[in-house]
């Protein structure tokens, strides 16, 4: 996993929950890279695995949930370091249909070796987009993140459905849709 995620998941921590949690979630947890992350280097994802579920355990909050948020946060730090990614859309939908074959392309040319998830597109319209997320890591809530920031982003207001195809969330449909 790149490290960009790690960096923006204590990042995150520090500025919800303190510098303390930072530490304690660190410090509880076995880490090869003694919780050292540069964002351009590659680590582990069972040492993710292990942050977030000792920041679960740290503030009585579900797994899913905290992904949930940081996917949202983790959407401003692409922003700030990717404004020409966001410059090039108009709308949410247009960038929720090009993860594939325009943003996975940008991020696998930035950051070479990334393991990334893929989004299938089912069916799209002016004011919907039916997904497929697949990913062995099962971080859809991230992903959910994600997209609910986007649409946030273009200034629109969004159901998202999340289907689990996959009870272990490595499978799972989205279907967004926004009233303008």
Same mark, same amino acid.
């Given at each position: ?20 949690? *930072?530490?304690?979630?660190? $410090?509880?947890? =076995?880490?090869?890279? @003694? ?5 351009? /280097?590659? +680590?582990? #994802? ?5 942050? *977030?579920?000792?920041?679960? $355990?740290?503030? =009585?909050?579900?797994? @899913? ?5 940081? /996917?949202? +946060?983790? #959407? ?105």
């Amino acid at each position: 996993m790149k490290g960009i995620v790690f960096t923006g998941f204590l990042e995150m921590v520090e500025d919800t929950f303190g510098l303390e949690t *930072v530490d304690h979630i660190i $410090e509880h947890s =076995n880490l090869e890279s @003694n919780g050292v992350y540069t964002a351009v /280097g590659t +680590y582990d #994802f069972g040492e993710m695995l292990q942050l *977030v579920t000792n920041l679960s $355990e740290k503030v =009585n909050t579900p797994v @899913n949930d905290l992904l949930y948020v940081y /996917g949202v +946060y983790f #959407f401003d730090t692409l922003v700030r370091n990717h404004p020409e990614i966001f410059k090039k859309f108009s709308h949410p939908i247009s960038l929720l249909s090009s993860i594939e074959d325009h943003i996975h392309v940008h991020v696998r040319k930035i950051y070479p070796g990334a393991e990334l998830p893929t989004f299938e597109v089912l069916h799209e319209d002016d004011k919907s987009i039916t997904m497929v997320y697949t990913s062995s890591r099962g971080l859809y809530r991230f992903a959910h993140g994600l997209m609910q920031k986007t649409f946030e982003y273009y200034k629109r207001e969004a159901t998202i459905q999340v289907e689990k195809l996959e009870e272990d969330g490595t499978r799972v449909k989205f279907i967004a849709s926004y009233n303008e």
